[in-house]
């Protein structure tokens, strides 16, 4: 008897708010990889035993070899993805994946390359896509939906937990196959995916405090479990980032420590509903030795026609609404996080 009853956890490690991974294995004997599950993508990759000596980032992470395992079936198509931020070059390799002890055999990236910006940042070592099939690069099954055709979980959906305490252990879950009642209260509230096929629904406008500020005519949010911040367009937030008098840096934006208290809500409009973060969810508070540091976990990000103008929510949305991925049903559920 399945001692879960269809439902399959994977505990996530939270680094600063920001990087938000798990632990998979790839691999006879297994090797063991941390990967973002990430529902912006489709593919699985992790770093090569045979990636240049030349790519650091590679070799700062965990790197598959093909050679120590036996269930190793070799492929070699040509692979690459384009992230807004790097890339990864690699070929393709098919292995037994494990998933929260679920197997699948899996055809993956081995990653022979990768930008050294931003990957030598990563605390994680890959990137195991949680989208639909048809945003799957190569037309390869994704891993969810290999684990799908096995019949074995309860509902055909999955769910994300973001802790926002980076001292809290575990930080955060996947639970394949159902909802985990240990990490949201009340009832979930549901939207249509707008397009088959991506993990995105329609939203009705961006409110600061009271007064709605954006997307008034209505617009595209991608729910994002591989983004750290919430982005919008470039305009949009940045006048969003003067409403509450935040500065922009190298780094991103930032406000003085000293008005966090002050700063309004942001409410996202989706599906009748209104998703509100207060500072409490919308700013890193670091402290530093040179001072107290308020980034804001925003971003404008401006994505072309026909895909964008697009808002994501990325984490830190996550963090406050516990999001289920019902694959059976293309829709999204959101929960208030405890
Ligand atoms: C919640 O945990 C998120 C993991 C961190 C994501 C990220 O912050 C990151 C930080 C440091 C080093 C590497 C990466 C990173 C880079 C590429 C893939 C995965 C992780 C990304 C930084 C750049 C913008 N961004 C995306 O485009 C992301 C958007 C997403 N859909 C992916 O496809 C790429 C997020």
């Known amino acids: 008897a399945d001692p879960n009853n269809g439902t399959v956890p994977t505990p996530l490690t939270n680094y600063l708010d920001t990087q938000y991974f798990g632990e998979i294995s790839i691999g006879s004997p297994a090797q063991m990889f941390n990967v973002v599950f990430d529902t912006g993508s489709a593919n699985l990759w992790v770093p090569s035993q045979r990636c240049s000596p030349f790519s650091t980032a590679c070799f700062t992470h965990n790197r598959y070899d093909s050679s120590q395992s036996h269930t190793h079936v070799e492929n070699g198509t040509g692979f690459s993805i384009n992230y807004a931020s790097g890339t990864i070059r690699g070929f393709l390799s098919e292995d037994v994946v494990v998933v929260g002890g679920l197997p699948v055999v899996q055809v993956f990236a081995e990653a022979t390359s990768l930008s050294a910006m931003p990957f030598i940042f990563a605390k994680f070592d890959g990137v195991l896509g949680m989208g639909y099939p048809n945003v799957a690069i190569d037309g390869i099954t994704p891993v ?122 942001v409410t996202f409009h989706l599906g009748g509903q209104d998703y509100s973060l207060t500072h ?58 405890v």
């Open 280 to 337: 409490e969810d919308y700013i890193i508070w670091q402290s530093q030795f040179e001072g107290d540091v308020c980034i804001v976990t925003f971003r404008g990000l401006d994505v072309p026609p026909p895909t964008g103008p697009i808002w994501i929510l990325g984490a830190n949305f996550i963090a406050r609404y516990y999001t289920e991925f019902d694959r059976r049903n293309n829709r999204i559920g959101f929960a208030a996080a």
């Open 144 to 265: 969810f939906d290999q684990i799908m055709s096995q019949h074995i979980l309860k509902e055909e959906v999955f769910s994300i937990y973001y802790s926002r305490d980076p001292k809290q252990s575990p930080g955060g879950e996947l639970l394949l196959g159902g909802t985990d009642p240990n990490y949201y209260t009340g009832n979930f509230n549901y939207l249509e995916t707008r397009e088959m096929g991506k993990w995105e629904v329609t939203m009705k406008g961006v409110a600061v405090g009271a007064e709605m500020m954006f997307c008034a005519e209505g617009c595209t949010a991608v729910i994002d479990t591989g983004s750290s911040y919430i982005t919008g367009p470039a305009s949009s937030v940045s006048m969003l980032m003067k409403t509450i008098g935040a500065q922009l840096d190298e780094t991103g934006y930032k406000v003085n420590c000293d008005t966090v208290k002050m700063l309004p809500s």
